[in-house]
């Protein structure tokens, strides 16, 4: 049986979202926010970071490497990396850290609105010793094929998938399923809900 779980984390968005926009600060701020929604992750032991959850001692750094932004700035998409002190044998031999893929996605009502900023959790597991590669992976197997993404869809009491269509490098991504509220949920966005 399919079961739809809405994740609308009330107190983990107040407390990953309390700094205010700044105009003159936006990038840092915008930046400052996701990190404090992927420590809010941390904190709460979501399943996807648990195992760092448990370990915090060996996170070095989060690193918020882009953010792409919708032509009137309510939405974002953010490409993030964990550095990971930890490191597996290959890195070792590399003298590097360990670095993770976590994509963020943020919304608002406006420009004077906080962000509500959430994990996208994708199929797309990535790790890795060289950042300026991991960057550019990240930018050909994801940002730039991100069309092909199907979002799940609740219609006459059937699930369908729809095609994004768009990258996230596209201006029509903004307007793509991906931003639909109601597919699944009444307003709410297909990345607000997990099916299980």
């Known amino acids: 049986m399919i079961k739809i779980l809405i994740f609308l984390y009330t107190s983990l968005l107040l407390s990953c979202n309390s700094n205010t926009f700044d105009s003159k600060k936006v990038n840092k701020n915008h930046s400052i ?5 992927f420590n809010c992750y941390l904190d709460n032991k979501h399943g996807s970071f648990i195992n760092f959850a448990n370990n915090r001692s060996q996170i070095l750094d989060i690193h918020v490497e882009k953010i792409y932004y919708s032509p009137d700035s309510t939405k974002m998409f953010a490409i993030t ?4 002190n930890e490191s597996y044998n290959e890195c070792i031999y590399n003298d590097s850290s360990t670095f993770y893929f976590y994509p963020f996605v943020g919304y608002r009502n406006d420009i004077q609105s906080e962000w509500k900023i959430l994990f996208y959790k994708n199929l797309l597991l990535l790790d890795g010793c060289n950042k300026e590669e991991m960057n550019k992976y990240i930018e050909s197997k994801f940002v730039e094929e991100f069309s092909k993404t199907k979002i799940d869809y609740f219609l006459n009491n059937e699930f369908i998938e729809k095609e994004v269509g768009y990258n996230i490098n596209e201006d029509g991504y903004w307007e793509s ?3 639909e509220k109601g597919g699944l949920i009444e307003d709410k966005y ?3 809900v997990e099916i299980t």
């Open 33 to 37: 926010q996701v990190v404090n929604a």
């Open 81 to 84: 990396l964990l550095e990971d």
């Open 190 to 192: 297909y990345f607000e």
């Open 177 to 179: 399923p991906f931003w």
